[in-house]
């Protein structure tokens, strides 16, 4: 398994997205069950607002699971080779939320690329960001 | 803060845990939840393999060692980010290895005031030896 976007057809600057999501809590839910997670933080909005959350959030992991989606659908699944983040805020179930990302440099000789990726909300506010490797055809 | 942290134990191994057969009913189940629809993530057969984000799900038995400084026991930490190195892919029947370590311990001073930021790493391998991962967790403590 190997990603299909062709090294030669990217360039520094090329976008990837902006893709839009809503989040539904049910597939917040489905992922938390998914991943094995059981905190009522990520399943009910009472629970988490008696953690003091202003209601149900989505887990950061599941942040990494979407901008990886993002990465997939721009490269073709397998080219992954790296992925980091930082959790800046939380990520809500059923708000506007936009995966971006851009490619910041390029490897001739692995044929990888270097990204920024990150997810924000409709006002633009960077909830999430990171930087990924990706293996490129 | 001047954080008083014993830097032997950084790299120590202090947790081994092995996990059951991977199921592919569980990674499809998982990459749904995501949006996923690449046949690879979501098609049982032979070319299943999990999705990349797969192995953070994994966990140890114990978060820290048992002679982590008294400062983080039962400190409230938050989740402030991860770094995950990909190697091998994880397809059904795998067998996790996962060894725990405190990759690195560090100070820094935020508009908040002082934190200090816990690295867990834990190193994904399977039954074949194969490096799956490495997967470093950041916990952020506030002082």
Redesign the interface.
């Given at each position: 398994m190997a990603a299909t976007r062709s090294y030669d057809e990217v360039f520094e600057g090329d976008e990837l997205g902006p893709m839009a999501l809503q989040l539904p809590a049910d597939q917040v839910r489905a992922y938390a069950r998914a991943a094995d997670i059981h905190f009522p933080r990520f399943t009910d909005d009472e629970a988490a607002k008696r953690e003091g959350l202003p209601g149900m959030i989505a887990p950061g992991n599941m942040s990494m699971g979407l901008l990886t989606t993002l990465i997939d659908g721009w490269a073709g699944p397998g080219g992954l080779r790296r992925l980091g983040t930082t959790f800046r805020a939380i990520v809500r179930p059923d708000r506007g939320l936009r995966l971006c990302g851009a490619v910041t440099e390029k490897h001739d000789d692995a044929r990888t690329v270097e990204l920024d990726v990150w997810i924000e909300s409709d006002e633009g506010d960077r909830l999430v960001i990171g930087t990924a490797t990706v293996a490129l055809a | 803060m001047a954080l008083d942290f014993d830097r032997s134990l950084l790299g120590r191994e202090f947790d081994r845990s092995e996990h059951e057969p991977v199921q592919a009913a569980?990674l499809i189940?998982?990459a749904?939840?995501?949006?996923?629809s690449?046949p690879?993530?979501v098609e049982d057969g032979p070319?299943l393999?999990a999705?990349?984000?797969w192995v953070?799900?994994y966990r140890g038995h114990k978060m820290f060692p048992d002679d982590m400084p008294a400062f983080f026991r039962g400190q409230m930490s938050f989740?402030?980010?991860?770094?995950?190195?990909?190697g091998a892919?994880i397809r059904p029947g795998d067998r996790i290895t996962i060894v725990s370590t405190i990759h690195d311990v560090y100070e820094k001073t935020g508009r908040s005031g002082g934190m200090v930021f816990v690295v867990l790493r834990l190193t994904l391998t399977n039954q074949r030896g194969d490096l799956v991962a490495h997967v470093d967790n950041?916990f952020l403590y506030k002082v």
């Open positions: - | 569980t189940a998982f749904r939840s995501l949006g996923a690449d690879c993530y070319d393999v999705h990349p984000t953070v799900t989740d402030a980010g991860k770094d995950v190195d990909l892919p950041r």
